[in-house]
């Protein structure tokens, strides 16, 4: 069994500042990470989708290097539009996979267990909408041909679209493209994404593409043409991806906060559940 944690969008503020005002990112962020170390089952990676930071201020990839140094096995991440890949590399070019990716944008591919981790990068420099781009392209496509088993690509940019207008104006411009690459490889279980701050399921170039929930605030959800982008603090969540040979990639949504539980299932006293055998 493979285990690996998407958290996403963690949109993190140099110490002591909060995200528009309400949001105590750094705090969601710390909780996160708690959260996934008081799982039952240790996931064997985390994979970070973008947006670690609101605004790539090198005091804030600071304090994602402070928060995410406290989980023990291997990070892998990528940058989203409120990243730059420069500050990304700038920050992080110790960790798995960033090490040894020598271009100017931030790809690699990694083995996590039984699955292969493809990491692309689809920030362009001062730009809310993403790309993925030629050269990437090529790299993936030979990537995917060079190797079958199953394969995760993570991109902080969806390539499907939402139906949330606002946010697919500022989705993958070059989808399309992606999408030739792709669609031909049996071996793409899933493609991972953020950026959008809900939990989302769509497909795409045949394959199934999720989208995780920020471990900070959520968008508001609003179908409409003219709708505002707004934020709430619908449940902070994360990904959870479990793959067995039996069952390919199976995904489950785990979140932040504690709730109230666990209760067992009893009945009242004297009644049994149908199928239940009178005692
Ligand atoms: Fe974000
Ligand atoms: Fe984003």
Redesign the pocket.
């Known amino acids: 069994m493979t285990l690996i944690a998407q958290i996403?969008?963690l949109?993190l503020r140099p110490s002591g500042l909060t995200c528009y005002r309400v949001s105590d990112t750094n705090m969601l962020a710390e909780r996160a990470i708690k959260a996934i170390l008081g799982l039952e089952d240790r996931p064997d990676a985390v994979i970070v989708t973008?947006?670690l930071t609101d605004r790539d201020d090198p005091r804030e990839y600071a304090v994602a290097r402070t928060i995410l140094a406290k989980l023990p096995m291997p990070v892998f991440m990528i940058p989203?539009?409120?990243d730059t890949s420069a500050g990304m590399r700038r920050a992080f070019s110790d960790y798995p996979g960033i090490s040894e990716s020598t271009g100017e944008k931030l790809y690699y591919s990694a083995d996590i267990g039984s699955l292969r981790l493809i990491a692309l990068d689809s920030n362009v420099p001062g730009k809310p909408y993403g790309q993925v781009g030629e050269t990437q392209l090529e790299w993936l496509s030979k990537t995917l041909a060079e190797d079958d088993r199953p394969a995760l690509v993570a991109i902080h940019h969806p390539p499907a679209n939402t139906g949330i207008p606002h946010m697919d104006g500022i989705g993958l411009m070059d989808s399309d493209a992606l999408a030739d690459v792709i669609r031909p490889h049996a071996h793409v279980e899933r493609i991972i994404c953020?950026?959008v701050?809900r939990p989302i399921v769509a497909s795409f170039a045949g394959k199934i593409m999720t989208l995780a929930p920020?471990v900070a605030h959520q968008l508001v959800l609003d179908f409409k043409e003219d709708a505002q982008a707004m934020f709430n603090f619908e449940p902070s969540a994360f990904f959870l991806h479990k793959h067995t040979p039996k069952s390919g990639t199976v995904t489950h949504t785990a979140y932040v906060e504690n709730h109230p539980g666990p209760f067992p299932f009893w009945s009242d006293e004297g009644v049994t559940w149908p199928g239940d055998k009178p005692e």
């Open positions: 996403t969008d949109h973008g947006d989203g539009n409120h953020g950026h701050h920020s």
